[in-house]
């Protein structure tokens, strides 16, 4: 392997520090504890990890943390009315509603009820709207995380061709938005864009969120390119364990790219530390504190 490893797991741990460190001097000067609240609708047993880890790393950074857990069988009623009382709860600066929801209730209302204040994974209209129009105040979690590491690992991106495979409103498209924001010559590609190797060979910066194992081949990535592996996908190997790649074929990948984010350790480290770090700074705007630098 000739590629450099982006760490992301160092890089989500160093910022966890400066997080710890900003809250606890944010109590000391102001008494403001940022409050984050999840919620969680049905027993899936991922979510229910996804969220508890996002309730401890809350706590060990010094946050107010609150989990709502709803049966399965919970009406869109029932999650709009507990988000609502989210929304005027001002212990609470952030509010996480676990997806996918059950198919009785509709993600867009629950979304459309959110404060756009508190929704520290970026997913409402307004705070989408606030990114393209360049003056976003709360970023969806992955995608800040992959800036964070572009910032680390490359530095300045200008001019740059970035290639984004994925267009989901929770990835791809605040992605792509934050690499033109830095100034990157950006490319999204989807299931319906031909010639994908091609548009891989121009790419400096080729991020794949696909969602389809080592999809992405090695003779795809231009020799010296940037690769961010956003994929996560369990699949079983041949002795019937499983393990988890990402959408890049990682070892032929690593002997052309420059520097390369391993799956897991890479992107995916990074999203729950951005979205206790949005749940800082919601806060700090809530009280009417400048936007803290992280
Ligand atoms: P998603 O909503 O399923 O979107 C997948 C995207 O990939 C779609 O835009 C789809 O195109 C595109 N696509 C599918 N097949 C393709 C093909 N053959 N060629 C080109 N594009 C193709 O998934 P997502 O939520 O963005 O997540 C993508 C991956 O990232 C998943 O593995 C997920 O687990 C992972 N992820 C990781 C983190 C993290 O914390 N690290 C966070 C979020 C997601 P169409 O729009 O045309 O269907």
Redesign the pocket.
Known sequence: MTATLIDGKAVAARLRQRLFEQTAALKDAHGLVPGLATVLVGDDPASEVYVRNKNKMAEALGFYSRSHHLPADAREEDVLTLVRALNADPKIHGILVQMPLPPQIREAAVLDALDPAKDVDALTPANAGLLLSGRAQLVSC?PMGVMLLLKEYVGDIAGQEALV????L???KPAAQLLLAANATVTM?????RN?PDLCRRADILVA????PE?VQGDWVRQGAVVID????RVQSNDGSSRLVG?VAFAAAAQRARAITPVPGG??AM?IVCLMRNTLIAAMLAAGLERPEL
């Open positions: 992955t495979i994925g267009r989901s929770l990835f791809g590609a989807h299931s319906k864009s994908l969120a696909i969602g389809r999809f956003v994929g996560i996908n959408d992107v995916g999203t």
